[in-house]
């Protein structure tokens, strides 16, 4: 998990670091070297690649192409732990839309870490004066659609391959980011290259060592918290390589919106077990 989430801190950095592209060209280079992985492995291993539900399977992807656009678009505008943590925030959205379309039901104690999560996004805009109100609404609005995703990927559950969950994720990534990014493309120099390539490659890395870390233990709440350190490497990454600077407010929003996550999740796992 420690190196899942060093891998996604390093993706985010580059992000940051690349902000003179537009956030479809990102999403292309994020999405098309990851789609080079995926694709081998299916090839390789003899996995039908078009899946069995291809309407729901496109859905996914659409879903997530558009929260990682604007979470790709938020880092502009915001700093780069700040908006890492808002879009962790896809849990409670998630927990939102089950209520309404799966039907599923939410214990009080859970509302009340949903409300202290949300707290850090009321002190964070309150209090941090420096917080740009238009990246605050894209980060939110890419939570959103990171919510629902959880809720595409309920309704799909194990009638897919994850691989190739992920394969059409990246390649409606790849159509959209590309097609997106026509009209204000701007070619890589030197060591640009490098790192919108190396964007797949961590995120792919990371989804592959994060899975393998649930795969090894034998309660999730045992590892599961450990996957909120991603914001804590991306924020330690901001400060030392951008300079980024947090308040006392920023610091402390952030923290209520981690605590509050950590608590509903293991909360989760002690019904489960």
Known sequence: MLISTLSFA?????????????????????????????????????????????????????????????????????????????????????????????????????????????????????????????????????????GLVYVVLSKIGKTEHPVVVVNYFMAVSVLVGGLLSIGNWVNPIGIEWILLLGLGVFGYFGQVYMTKAFQTVSSTSQIAPLKYLETIFTLLLGVFIFAEVYTFWSLLGICLIIVGLILNAQFKEKIKS
């Open 10 to 146: 390093c993706m985010n950095s580059i992000v940051k670091y690349l902000v003179h592209f537009s956030a479809y060209q990102i999403v292309f280079f994020r999405s098309i070297s990851t789609l080079v992985f995926t694709m081998v492995f299916l090839l390789r291993n003899r996995v039908p690649i078009m899946g069995n539900n291809k309407k729901i399977l496109v859905l996914r992807g659409l879903v997530g192409v558009t929260s990682m656009t604007l979470f790709f678009m938020s880092t502009k505008y915001l700093p780069i732990g700040t908006a890492v943590s808002l879009r962790y925030l896809a849990p409670v959205f998630a927990a939102i839309f089950a209520i309404l379309f799966l039907k599923e039901t939410i214990r009080p104690v859970q509302w009340l870490f949903f409300l202290m999560a949300f707290s850090g996004v009321v002190i964070l805009k309150g209090f941090d004066m420096e917080l740009n109100s238009y990246g605050l609404i894209l980060i939110l609005i890419s939570a959103l659609f990171s």
